[in-house]
């Protein structure tokens, strides 16, 4: 491989053409095909069995995410003003190409379910917009009578009033969002308008991340440039350095592109990852040679190129491998953003150290050896006094200081990784003070909730949910839920019954219960079909009466909110088991929640492998099984105090912060073993155990140091992402590399000497 790679850098020109055709193609790719991934559904698994009975009882039961728009008057929406808005915002969404005319719910639209002389009178709340004080008056009467509609479509306070309208998979676009936030600011005026809803949620995701993206790695880019040119005291080091990791970036968003891979919202913090991490091949193939120079100044520039490949190319070799299989194994998740994130983060890592190899000793060739590192100085082959060896000596001698301290620290964790749990909702991506956050916050405060959770009844008879014993149930399970705070309001075919078994009773309070008789519950609802509209009945239950939908609106869309709401449907279980009905899930919150258990499951996986893979390839290296296990000290240290801090300073488990575990492992990995590299050799030629150690602090220490400045400097720069989770992310890596830097060079070094690594005495 040496000779290979010296042979090919000999001619620069050549590989500057090659670097710049690669390239070209890429970039072609990306700008032609780049996409981004707006719809949430398409992060999940579709195999899974889970997410397969969810897709199916949306379609049974026509379930869909809606778009919900929030009319607010001061002074109350019962005025023509308002009303006649409400009546044109729900006509104009209908005749979107988008929507369809049954699929927007309004006081416009909605059946007000009455009793009449003659039976059931099923018909909308108006159909002309009420003009005098007294129509006005009558309606709000009306709808104040109705449980169905009153706190559910206008609120308690009469102030607000919902239009909601439902959305298919596969509708929604970035221009239909812009669409729809045009239209409700046309609205405005005395009214104000808000809109919430979780496709609303996927445009503003989508309409942010990439701004962000292009925000930060500029950001980025001046950051490593700045610590680079102190660290690396040469412009054409800095340079080159830079161009590693601008075209691995480039290179990994272009295959992306070619395989038709969209990109999702943790995708847009691959550059900021690549350009980190990229730049540590070059400051140790550089670091290398600036050692090489000290020693030999009168060497040439192919000298000094030959000589980094030498003496770089396996340390290179084997980090960039350890890194990118810390992200490979992200291909363990379910969840495709995270699987597609390590893959190509991992395709980019090895992008960047084949650059590193050709690339930079090719412009050494090209362009002459860095005018930093030409003036002559003394050398200092075994390093024995300074900073090096100092810091050596005191590790040695207060080893068992180091050995105490460390056992405290992961003890510690362990018991902070108790706590850590995982958080499914997609607004918590957001500032807290953004207006989708105080938008969904003030629609929940006012009505049942954004969130959604439809809990599937099914029996193996038809006719089964007209059976009074099953519908008291329900209606029970129903007002149980509502009990919880996070439950705002539950809907489902218990309400329909009660609501027509009393106003077939003259609104008399007494009958707002399930009929007693299945007769009568098939005689109500015949009347209700034949009254009115009865596609909203079939969003509550089949034809064959044998499955039904309970819709629970929720307050929030996190793990813990939905599993609140789960505990209480399972106590029903049992129950209603015993009457021959199976209970089941499905909806977007459902999904949601199964998306967290693989965040979790995959970060368990990935862990597990990452680590296994790593002692396997350092075993294979330093040709001993020892050196695997030791070489995997520090990183996983380093994971279990991460997971540690984030249970104690309770931050949740995300699609985001999910990567920690692959990202300290991959990252990590680099110290230790550039360290042992370096260990190894001069213990061979030095044969004295603190001669060694003094020699690998001052060769690689230093620039292991140097590194770990880089990519801390780096992912601090997620400190200005737009997404709270990303901003998370950026301190605990940054956190994790001082770890993994620490662990390597006094916990490892300690281990090393006493298990007597590479020393027979």
Known sequence: MHRFLTALTARPWLVFAAVIAVSAAFLVAARGNTRMETDLDKYMPKDHPAFIYSDEAEEWFDINDGIIIAIEH????????????????TKELERHDLIGRGDVTSLYTVDNITGSEVGLDVRSFY?????????????????????????????????????????????????????ILDLTAAYEGP?????????????????????????????????????????????????????????????????MAWLGIPIYAVSTMIPVMLIAIGVADGIHIYGHLGHYQRERPEASARDGASEMIRGMWKPVVMTSVTTAVGFVSLLTSDVYPIKYFGMFTAFGVMSAMILSLVL????????????????????????????????????????GVIIAVTAIVVVVSVIGATKIWINSSFLEKFERDSDIVLTDAFINERFGG??????????????????????????EMQTESEMLDEVGNSFGLADYLRRINKVMHADDPAFDTIPDSAELVAQYLLLYEMSGDPEMLWRTVDYDFARS???????????????????????????????????????????????????LKGQVKSLILSLGIIVVLLSLMFRRISAGLIGVIPITITAIVSFGVMGLLNIPLSTTTALISSIAVGVGIDYAVHFMERFRVAAKRTGDVFATIADAMHHSGRAI?????????????????????????????????????????????????????????
């Open 705 to 761: 140091m140097f590194n770990a400045v880089v990519v801390i400097a780096g992912f601090l720069v997620l400190l200005f992402s737009a997404f709270p989770p990303n901003r998370a992310l950026g301190a605990l890596v940054s956190g994790n590399m001082f770890i993994s830097l620490l662990g390597t060079v006094t916990i490892m070094v300690v281990v090393m000497v006493q298990t007597k690594f590479y020393f027979k005495k």
């Open 127 to 179: 159909s002309k917009v009420p003009e005098s004080e007294s129509e006005v008056e009558a309606l709000r009467a009306s709808v104040k009578a109705n449980d169905m509609i009153h706190g559910r479509l206008v609120s308690a306070d009469e102030t607000v009033t919902l239009v909601i309208a439902e959305l298919g998979d596969e509708a929604f676009s970035q221009e239909f969002y812009r669409e």
């Open 549 to 599: 939908n309970i819709t629970l609106q929720l307050k929030g869309d996190d793990s813990k909110t939905i599993n609140r709401a789960i505990q209480v449907v399972e106590e029903f279980r049992p129950r209603f088991e015993e009457l021959g009905v199976n209970v089941n899930y499905a909806g977007s919150g459902y999904k949601g929640l199964i998306f967290t258990d693989l965040i």
């Open 74 to 89: 001061a002074d109350g929406v019962y005025n023509p003003g308002t009303l006649s808005k409400v009546k044109d915002l």
């Open 450 to 475: 954004t969130s959604t959770l439809n809990v599937i009844l099914e029996s193996p008879d038809d006719g089964a949910m007209k059976r009074p014993d099953v519908l008291r149930l329900m209606d």
């Open 360 to 399: 930079i000793p090719a412009a050494v060739v090209a362009f002459g050896l860095p005018g930093a590192r030409r003036a002559k100085a003394k050398a200092k082959p075994e390093a024995t006094d300074g900073i090096a060896a100092t810091f050596g000596k005191g590790v040695m001698k207060y080893r």
């Open 191 to 255: 009214e104000k308008l808000y809109v919430a809803g979780r496709p609303i949620v996927e445009g503003t995701m989508a309409y942010l991340a990439p701004k962000d993206m292009k925000r930060m790695v500029p950001i980025v880019l001046l950051i490593i440039t700045a610590v680079l040119a102190l660290v690396l005291r040469s412009p054409k080091s800095t340079f080159f350095t830079l161009l590693v990791v601008v075209l691995s970036t480039l290179w990994t968003f272009g295959l």
